[in-house]
T-cell receptor, first 111, second 114 residues
C-alpha cells in the first residue's frame, strides 16, 4: 500500500507555483521528500515528523497533517532547476524502519 | 567529501549469470539499503541492513542476495533466479536505521539483460 501522490505530472512556466500531495492510508510518523532528475540519484529535500510541522527550504516548503496522513510540498516561484520527479517516502508506524515510496510526481518547468 | 559510491554505472547480464553490484559509503552510517526502480515507478526496497553482519529482506528480495561484512560496504548480487532484472538499482544509507533519518543515495547502477 504505497502512498498516493498527486498530480502524476505538472507543467509550469518559470515563476509559477506548484503543490504536490502525498496521501497514505496508514498511520505515519514521518514523511520524506526527495527530488530526482532523470538518470540521477534522488536528492533529499526535507523530513517532516509527527507533530504537524511545516518546514521550508529556500522556496520549497512542506506541511504534514498526521491526522489525515497527508503531506504537501509547495514550490514557490519555480525555477528551471526545480524540474524533475518528486517522491515522497513515508515512515509508517508498522514498517520497521522502511520507507514506503510514492510513484512520483513529474514536474516540468518551461522558460 | 563523504558519500556513497556505486559501481559499475552500467551492467549487462547474460542468461543464467549472477552479477554483483557494489555499494561503498564513507559517511559512517549504520544503515544501508538497496532499492530497485522501474520506469515511471517509485522505489521498492530489496534488502536493508541496520548494522554489520545483519540484514533483512524488503518487499522484493526474491532473486537477490546481500552481505554486510563491513560497515562501509553492502554489495547486492542479482542471481539467475531473478527473471526480470532490468532496472535502475539504487543504494542508500542513513545514520541510523529509523524512518526519521534522511537517506543518502548513490548514483545508481543500470542493469540490462544481454
Amino acid at each position: 500500500q504505497q502512498p498516493v501522490q498527486s498530480p502524476q505530472a505538472v507543467i509550469l512556466r518559470e515563476g509559477e507555483d506548484a503543490v504536490i500531495n502525498c496521501s497514505s492510508s496508514k498511520a505515519l510518523y514521518s514523511v520524506h521528500w526527495y527530488r530526482q532528475k532523470h538518470g540521477e540519484a534522488p536528492v533529499f529535500l526535507m523530513i517532516l515528523l509527527k507533530g504537524g510541522e511545516q518546514k521550508g527550504h529556500e522556496k520549497i516548503s512542506a506541511s504534514f497533517n498526521e491526522k489525515k496522513q497527508q503531506s504537501s510540498l509547495y514550490l514557490t516561484a519555480s525555477q528551471l532547476s526545480y524540474s524533475g520527479t518528486y517522491f515522497c517516502g513515508t515512515g509508517r508506524v508498522d514498517s520497521n524502519y522502511q520507507l514506503i515510496w510514492g510513484a512520483g510526481t513529474k514536474l516540468i518547468i518551461k522558460p | 567529501d563523504g558519500g556513497i559510491t556505486q559501481s559499475p554505472k552500467y551492467l549487462f547480464r547474460k542468461e543464467g549469470q549472477n552479477v554483483t553490484l557494489s555499494c561503498e559509503q564513507n559517511l559512517n552510517h549504520d544503515a544501508m539499503y538497496w532499492y530497485r526502480q522501474d520506469p515511471g515507478q517509485g522505489l521498492r526496497l530489496i534488502y536493508y541492513s541496520q548494522i554489520v553482519n545483519d540484514f533483512q529482506k524488503g518487499d522484493i528480495a526474491e532473486g537477490y542476495s546481500v552481505s554486510r561484512e563491513k560497515k562501509e560496504s553492502f554489495p547486492l548480487t542479482v542471481t539467475s533466479a531473478q527473471k526480470n532484472p532490468t532496472a535502475f538499482y539504487l543504494c542508500a544509507s542513513s545514520r541510523r536505521p529509523a524512518g526519521n533519518q534522511p537517506q543518502h543515495f548513490g548514483d545508481g547502477t543500470r542493469l540490462s539483460i544481454l
